[in-house]
Protein backbone atom coordinates (compact mmCIF):
# COMPACT_ATOMS: atom_id res chain seq x y z
CA UNK A 1 0.00 0.00 0.00
CA UNK A 2 2.77 2.61 0.99
CA UNK A 3 4.25 1.62 -2.77
CA UNK A 4 1.39 2.56 -4.29
CA UNK A 5 0.82 5.74 -2.00
CA UNK A 6 4.08 6.76 -2.95
CA UNK A 7 3.81 6.23 -6.74
CA UNK A 8 0.35 7.69 -6.95
CA UNK A 9 2.40 10.92 -4.85
CA UNK A 10 5.36 10.74 -7.34
CA UNK A 11 2.60 10.68 -10.83
CA UNK A 12 0.71 13.64 -9.16
CA UNK A 13 4.06 15.81 -8.45
CA UNK A 14 4.87 14.97 -11.96
CA UNK A 15 1.92 16.09 -13.85
CA UNK A 16 1.66 19.14 -11.36
CA UNK A 17 5.65 20.09 -12.74
CA UNK A 18 4.61 19.35 -16.61
CA UNK A 19 1.57 21.50 -15.83
CA UNK A 20 3.59 24.34 -14.03
CA UNK A 21 6.28 24.27 -17.24
CA UNK A 22 3.64 23.85 -19.73
CA UNK A 23 1.93 27.41 -18.42
CA UNK A 24 5.21 28.76 -17.84
CA UNK A 25 6.33 28.12 -21.55
CA UNK A 26 2.82 29.40 -22.85
CA UNK A 27 3.11 32.83 -20.92
CA UNK A 28 6.64 33.27 -22.04
CA UNK A 29 5.30 32.78 -25.76
CA UNK A 30 2.43 35.07 -24.85
CA UNK A 31 4.65 37.66 -23.40
CA UNK A 32 6.63 37.71 -26.30
CA UNK A 33 4.39 37.86 -28.42
CA UNK A 34 3.04 40.90 -26.61
CA UNK A 35 6.38 42.66 -26.59
CA UNK A 36 6.91 42.50 -30.08
CA UNK A 37 3.93 43.75 -31.59
CA UNK A 38 4.59 47.25 -32.89
CA UNK A 39 3.28 49.98 -31.59
CA UNK A 40 4.12 52.97 -34.37
CA UNK A 41 4.13 53.17 -37.91
CA UNK A 42 8.46 52.87 -37.76
CA UNK A 43 8.01 49.79 -35.73
CA UNK A 44 4.97 48.33 -38.29
CA UNK A 45 7.94 49.12 -41.38
CA UNK A 46 10.92 47.74 -39.37
CA UNK A 47 9.17 44.91 -38.39
CA UNK A 48 7.81 44.08 -42.14
CA UNK A 49 11.26 44.79 -43.41
CA UNK A 50 12.72 41.71 -41.47
CA UNK A 51 9.88 39.34 -42.52
CA UNK A 52 10.22 40.10 -45.72
CA UNK A 53 13.58 39.70 -45.71
CA UNK A 54 13.87 36.38 -43.39
CA UNK A 55 14.05 32.37 -44.60
CA UNK A 56 9.89 32.34 -44.13
CA UNK A 57 8.15 32.71 -47.50
CA UNK A 58 4.79 34.05 -45.50
CA UNK A 59 5.79 35.50 -42.44
CA UNK A 60 5.91 38.99 -44.03
CA UNK A 61 2.33 38.44 -45.40
CA UNK A 62 1.39 37.71 -41.91
CA UNK A 63 2.94 41.13 -40.64
CA UNK A 64 0.48 42.96 -43.29
CA UNK A 65 -2.60 40.94 -42.03
CA UNK A 66 -1.70 41.63 -38.54
CA UNK A 67 -1.45 45.30 -39.61
CA UNK A 68 -4.44 45.32 -41.20
CA UNK A 69 -6.04 44.10 -38.20
CA UNK A 70 -5.32 47.30 -36.61
CA UNK A 71 -7.42 49.37 -38.53
CA UNK A 72 -4.72 49.75 -41.48
CA UNK A 73 -6.03 50.25 -44.92
CA UNK A 74 -5.22 48.27 -47.84
CA UNK A 75 -4.63 51.74 -49.76
CA UNK A 76 -2.36 52.70 -46.84
CA UNK A 77 -0.22 49.35 -46.85
CA UNK A 78 0.35 49.25 -50.40
CA UNK A 79 0.58 53.29 -50.31
CA UNK A 80 2.50 53.93 -47.75
CA UNK A 81 4.21 50.63 -45.47
CA UNK A 82 5.36 48.88 -48.40
CA UNK A 83 7.08 51.77 -50.15
CA UNK A 84 8.61 52.63 -46.99
CA UNK A 85 9.80 49.23 -46.45
CA UNK A 86 11.46 49.13 -49.94
CA UNK A 87 13.49 52.54 -48.91
CA UNK A 88 14.58 50.66 -45.31
CA UNK A 89 15.77 48.34 -47.55
CA UNK A 90 17.74 49.98 -49.77
CA UNK A 91 18.99 51.91 -47.19
CA UNK A 92 20.20 48.60 -45.36
CA UNK A 93 21.82 47.79 -48.51
CA UNK A 94 23.82 51.04 -48.77
CA UNK A 95 24.98 50.93 -44.94
CA UNK A 96 26.31 47.60 -46.01
CA UNK A 97 23.73 45.94 -43.02
CA UNK A 98 21.98 43.14 -45.02
CA UNK A 99 23.73 40.94 -47.70
CA UNK A 100 22.35 41.03 -51.54
CA UNK A 101 20.56 37.93 -51.15
CA UNK A 102 18.20 38.97 -48.82
CA UNK A 103 18.19 42.32 -51.02
CA UNK A 104 17.20 40.28 -53.49
CA UNK A 105 14.61 38.01 -51.72
CA UNK A 106 12.98 41.46 -50.39
CA UNK A 107 12.28 42.87 -53.69
CA UNK A 108 11.23 39.63 -54.87
CA UNK A 109 8.77 39.37 -52.54
CA UNK A 110 7.77 43.31 -52.57
CA UNK A 111 7.06 43.03 -56.13
CA UNK A 112 4.75 39.87 -55.56
CA UNK A 113 2.70 42.10 -53.52
CA UNK A 114 2.37 44.42 -55.86
CA UNK A 115 1.15 41.87 -58.38
CA UNK A 116 -0.92 40.42 -56.20
CA UNK A 117 -2.54 43.90 -55.44
CA UNK A 118 -2.67 44.45 -59.16
CA UNK A 119 -4.34 41.38 -60.13
CA UNK A 120 -7.43 41.22 -57.30
CA UNK A 121 -10.55 43.46 -57.89
CA UNK A 122 -9.88 46.60 -55.45
CA UNK A 123 -6.36 47.02 -57.72
CA UNK A 124 -8.12 47.58 -60.97
CA UNK A 125 -6.88 50.91 -62.26
CA UNK A 126 -7.34 50.69 -66.13
CA UNK A 127 -11.54 51.73 -65.96
CA UNK A 128 -10.30 54.65 -63.51
CA UNK A 129 -7.14 55.31 -65.36
CA UNK A 130 -8.56 55.95 -69.16
CA UNK A 131 -11.10 58.50 -68.73
CA UNK A 132 -8.36 61.09 -67.71
CA UNK A 133 -6.73 60.47 -70.94
CA UNK A 134 -2.67 60.89 -69.86
CA UNK A 135 -0.25 58.57 -69.47
CA UNK A 136 3.20 58.36 -68.48
CA UNK A 137 6.94 56.23 -69.76
CA UNK A 138 8.89 54.81 -66.72
CA UNK A 139 12.56 54.29 -68.03
CA UNK A 140 14.79 52.04 -65.95
CA UNK A 141 18.20 52.25 -67.46
CA UNK A 142 20.29 49.47 -68.81
CA UNK A 143 22.74 49.94 -65.67
CA UNK A 144 19.86 49.79 -63.10
CA UNK A 145 19.99 46.94 -61.06
CA UNK A 146 16.90 47.52 -58.69
CA UNK A 147 13.56 47.89 -60.33
CA UNK A 148 11.34 47.76 -57.03
CA UNK A 149 11.45 51.67 -56.83
CA UNK A 150 9.69 52.23 -60.57
CA UNK A 151 7.27 49.56 -59.43
CA UNK A 152 6.15 51.77 -56.74
CA UNK A 153 5.98 55.07 -58.17
CA UNK A 154 4.27 53.24 -60.96
CA UNK A 155 1.68 51.89 -58.53
CA UNK A 156 1.35 55.14 -57.11
CA UNK A 157 0.77 56.87 -60.05
CA UNK A 158 -2.10 54.64 -61.08
CA UNK A 159 -3.24 55.21 -57.82
CA UNK A 160 -3.70 58.79 -58.58
CA UNK A 161 -5.43 58.01 -62.02
CA UNK A 162 -2.52 58.13 -64.97
CA UNK A 163 -1.55 54.96 -66.67
CA UNK A 164 1.76 53.96 -66.59
CA UNK A 165 3.93 51.93 -69.21
CA UNK A 166 7.45 50.46 -68.08
CA UNK A 167 10.62 50.40 -70.10
CA UNK A 168 13.00 48.37 -68.38
CA UNK A 169 16.54 48.22 -69.50
CA UNK A 170 15.54 49.09 -73.29
CA UNK A 171 18.26 50.42 -75.91
CA UNK A 172 17.89 53.81 -76.30
CA UNK A 173 16.66 54.18 -79.95
CA UNK A 174 14.13 51.50 -78.33
CA UNK A 175 13.09 54.10 -75.95
CA UNK A 176 12.53 56.90 -78.61
CA UNK A 177 10.30 54.38 -80.35
CA UNK A 178 7.97 53.95 -77.66
CA UNK A 179 7.70 57.32 -77.35
CA UNK A 180 6.86 58.08 -80.54
CA UNK A 181 4.18 55.83 -80.74
CA UNK A 182 2.89 56.65 -77.45
CA UNK A 183 1.65 59.69 -76.67
CA UNK A 184 3.03 60.71 -73.07
CA UNK A 185 2.86 63.81 -70.63
CA UNK A 186 5.74 62.21 -68.39
CA UNK A 187 9.12 60.40 -68.96
CA UNK A 188 9.80 59.19 -65.33
CA UNK A 189 13.66 57.73 -64.64
CA UNK A 190 14.51 56.02 -61.56
CA UNK A 191 17.88 56.24 -60.40
CA UNK A 192 19.22 54.27 -57.08
CA UNK A 193 22.86 54.47 -57.28
CA UNK A 194 25.81 56.34 -58.66
CA UNK A 195 26.22 54.68 -61.77
CA UNK A 196 22.66 54.95 -63.08
CA UNK A 197 23.16 58.89 -63.07
CA UNK A 198 25.89 59.01 -66.10
CA UNK A 199 23.43 56.36 -68.25
CA UNK A 200 20.64 58.85 -67.33
CA UNK A 201 22.37 61.89 -68.48
CA UNK A 202 23.48 60.28 -72.08
CA UNK A 203 20.03 59.12 -72.82
CA UNK A 204 18.38 62.01 -71.97
CA UNK A 205 20.39 63.96 -73.57
CA UNK A 206 20.04 61.23 -76.53
CA UNK A 207 16.40 61.97 -76.26
CA UNK A 208 16.28 65.62 -76.67
CA UNK A 209 18.55 65.75 -79.64
CA UNK A 210 16.91 62.59 -81.51
CA UNK A 211 12.87 63.74 -80.89
CA UNK A 212 11.63 66.36 -82.33
CA UNK A 213 8.92 67.00 -79.27
CA UNK A 214 10.27 65.43 -75.88
CA UNK A 215 7.86 65.53 -72.87
CA UNK A 216 8.81 66.85 -69.31
CA UNK A 217 11.45 64.31 -67.91
CA UNK A 218 11.68 63.73 -64.13
CA UNK A 219 14.06 61.82 -61.74
CA UNK A 220 13.74 60.17 -58.81
CA UNK A 221 14.65 57.44 -56.62
CA UNK A 222 17.36 56.70 -53.72
CA UNK A 223 20.30 58.56 -55.54
CA UNK A 224 17.97 61.32 -56.17
CA UNK A 225 17.27 62.22 -53.06
CA UNK A 226 20.67 62.22 -51.44
CA UNK A 227 22.24 64.04 -54.14
CA UNK A 228 22.81 68.00 -55.11
CA UNK A 229 22.30 69.44 -58.42
CA UNK A 230 20.77 66.21 -59.84
CA UNK A 231 18.60 68.40 -62.69
CA UNK A 232 21.37 69.77 -64.35
CA UNK A 233 24.18 67.26 -64.17
CA UNK A 234 20.91 64.96 -65.89
CA UNK A 235 19.78 67.30 -68.02
CA UNK A 236 16.60 66.29 -66.55
CA UNK A 237 13.33 68.93 -66.20
CA UNK A 238 12.78 68.23 -62.46
CA UNK A 239 14.29 66.18 -59.99
CA UNK A 240 11.45 65.12 -57.04
CA UNK A 241 11.35 63.47 -54.02
CA UNK A 242 7.69 61.87 -54.58
CA UNK A 243 4.96 60.81 -57.00
CA UNK A 244 2.92 63.88 -55.95
CA UNK A 245 5.83 66.11 -56.28
CA UNK A 246 6.04 64.73 -60.31
CA UNK A 247 2.45 65.01 -60.43
CA UNK A 248 2.46 68.39 -59.51
CA UNK A 249 5.41 69.92 -61.22
CA UNK A 250 4.48 68.51 -64.40
CA UNK A 251 0.75 69.76 -63.71
CA UNK A 252 -1.20 66.65 -64.41
CA UNK A 253 -4.48 65.57 -64.19
CA UNK A 254 -5.45 63.27 -61.10
CA UNK A 255 -8.32 61.44 -59.55
CA UNK A 256 -7.01 63.67 -56.38
CA UNK A 257 -8.58 67.22 -57.08
CA UNK A 258 -6.71 68.38 -53.60
CA UNK A 259 -3.36 67.16 -55.07
CA UNK A 260 -2.53 70.65 -55.89
CA UNK A 261 -3.02 71.73 -52.17
CA UNK A 262 -1.21 68.95 -50.42
CA UNK A 263 2.27 69.04 -49.28
CA UNK A 264 5.37 68.36 -51.79
CA UNK A 265 7.25 66.47 -49.10
CA UNK A 266 5.35 63.68 -49.11
Known amino acids: MNCISGGKALATNRDTAIRFL ?3 ALQSVAAKKHVCVPSTREEWIDKLCVEIMSESE ?3 RSVI ?4 ATGVSSEDVFQIYVPAAARRIGELWVLDKVTFVQVTIGASRLQALFHDESQSPQGKWLDRTVPLGQSILMILPETEDHTLGAFVAADQFRRHGLWVRMAIRLKPLEVVRAIEEGSFSMLGMSLASRKSVQHAEELIRFLRTTLDVCPPIVIGGK ?7 IEERTGADFAV ?3 REAISRCKLATVNETLAMDSMAE
Open 223 to 229: YVLDADD
Open 241 to 243: KSV
Open 22 to 24: VEA
Open 58 to 60: TSH
Open 65 to 68: TALM
